[in-house]
């Protein structure tokens, strides 16, 4: 079965500062992985994903993350972090073996950011 | 375009009565999914539908948790019986035939006392 594991529950970083969070999955064949914000009361919102083809993705709100094979990560990546940043942060891996796109979520990282 | 809605958004439930959360999935979207999201945890599958064909449940984490489409749109998640540990957000979310991108709800915080 599939898992993902997000290391680091709490980040604080200040505003301008660079950010990196990092996900590690496991999954048996070439994964579906995406990258989810959720601000206090909200649903989650898509930041990124990966299918296939160029491993450095590009995603909303400056925010773009690396798949790399042989780590088995995708690693979420900011250059200049705004205070409006501070959220938390799911890195999720999609099973599409059962015809839809069922999503494995890691725990999540909440992410301080600091004036 | 209106985006996936759910209701209600907060519901609080003595334990042992039985609950129905909806999911109104944007309109035209084939597949619709239910997660079940603990506090200070990621949202865990539950179940998935294509049209009103229930796929897979094996997220399902009891007998007491029930979930129907019966046209293909809107969406309910039962639970009977409620316990204590069933106190979570459930979220659900709907994607579009041939996209393995979910739009997801607000969510249901459902508090069982």
């Known amino acids: 079965a599939q898992s993902v594991t997000q290391p680091d529950i709490h980040i604080t970083v200040s505003e301008g500062a660079s950010l990196e969070l990092r996900c590690n999955y496991s999954y048996g064949a070439t994964p579906y992985l995406f990258w989810y914000v959720q601000s206090p009361g909200q649903g989650l919102q898509l930041l990124l994903k990966?299918?296939?083809?160029?491993?450095l993705v590009q995603g909303i709100k400056g925010f773009e993350a690396e798949f790399k094979r042989s780590q088995s990560s995708f690693n979420l990546r900011k250059p200049s972090v705004h205070w409006s940043d501070a959220a938390e942060y799911f890195c999720a891996v999609g099973d599409i073996t059962g015809g839809g796109n069922k999503l494995t979520f890691g725990t999540g990282t909440q992410l301080k950011v600091e004036l | 375009g209106a985006g996936v809605s759910q209701s209600p958004r907060y519901k609080v439930a003595k334990r042992g009565q039985d609950v129905a959360l909806r999911c109104d999935p944007i309109?035209?979207?084939?597949?619709l999914f239910w997660y079940q999201q603990a506090l200070g945890q990621g949202p865990e599958f539950l179940t998935y539908?294509?049209?009103?064909?229930?796929?897979?449940k094996s997220g399902l984490p009891s007998d007491r948790f029930f979930a129907e489409r019966p046209e293909g749109s809107v969406s309910t998640l039962k639970i009977q019986r409620t316990q204590q540990e069933d106190s979570a957000v459930y979220l659900c979310?709907?994607?579009?035939?041939?996209?393995?991108?979910?739009?997801f709800g607000p969510g249901t915080r459902l508090t069982v006392l």
């Open positions: 979310a709907s994607s579009p035939a041939g996209d393995n991108e979910q739009f």
């Open positions: 539908f294509q049209n009103e064909a229930q796929l897979d």
């Open positions: 990966y299918f296939s083809g160029d491993t």
């Open positions: 309109s035209g979207h084939v597949s």
